[in-house]
Antibody, heavy 121, light 107 residues
């Protein structure tokens, strides 16, 4: 059974770079049927798609964050990663990794448990 | 970007009630509409994809309908475990976007 697990620092200082990793277990990240994505949710608020990556490295980013976001994949470790630069308090959120599946019309059918990241000095 | 709206933003209902939540897209998204359930402190869970397809393992009391710009999620008989927040999401084009959510709580 495929599982996703986010990891990374829970506290980041303003103006620094937020870095998170999602480890895929129970399956290969190199499957040709799937992209892999990042979604965030500020406390008490709704869901915002950050971006997605194919195992080959093709990426799609939310234009609202594109200038600050980099998503990469490491197939040897079965992981994909998120970097968000120049963070502010507005980037405080629970960050989820998730899998959009072509089998479910690109809906996110598998999610990690989420990791809370606080931006504060 | 395609904007998603939901109504109502919250509702109170009793166990056994029939509940309907509406989602509207700012432009046609065909049937690329998905519904999620989120409980406090948990990740969202996919309920319905492609507007009306029930995700594996999801109880049949959940159903979805609609196409184009107007969609509905129906819970035929609300159960205690269904009290949660529900989000719609369009996967028609990037950036994918979510509705603001509908919170279903106990009357």
């Amino acid at each position: 059974q495929l599982q996703l697990q986010e990891s990374g620092p829970g506290l980041v200082k303003p103006s620094e770079t937020l870095s998170l990793t999602c480890t895929v277990s129970g399956g290969s990240i190199s499957s040709s049927s799937y992209y892999w994505g990042w979604i965030r949710q500020p406390p008490g608020k709704g869901l915002e798609w950050i971006g997605s990556i194919y195992y080959s490295g093709s990426t799609y980013y939310n234009p609202s964050l594109k200038s600050r976001v980099t998503i990469s994949v490491d197939t040897s470790k079965n992981q994909f990663s998120l970097k968000l630069s120049s963070v502010t308090a507005a980037d405080t959120a629970v960050y989820y990794c998730a899998r959009p599946s072509m089998a479910t019309s690109d809906a996110f059918d598998i999610w990690g448990q989420g990791t809370m990241v606080t931006v504060s000095s | 970007d395609i904007q998603m709206t939901q109504s109502p933003s919250s509702l109170s209902a009793s166990v056994g009630d029939r509940v309907t939540i509406t989602c509207r897209a700012s432009q046609s998204i065909s049937s690329y509409l998905n519904w999620y359930q989120q409980k406090p402190g948990k990740a969202p869970k996919l309920l319905i994809y492609a507007a009306s397809s029930l995700q594996s393992g999801v109880p049949s009391r959940f159903s979805g309908s609609g196409s184009g710009t107007d969609f509905t999620l129906t819970i035929s008989s609300l159960q205690p475990e269904d009290f949660a927040t529900y989000y719609c999401q369009q996967s028609y084009s990037t950036p994918v976007t979510f509705g603001p959510g509908t919170k279903v709580d106990i009357k």
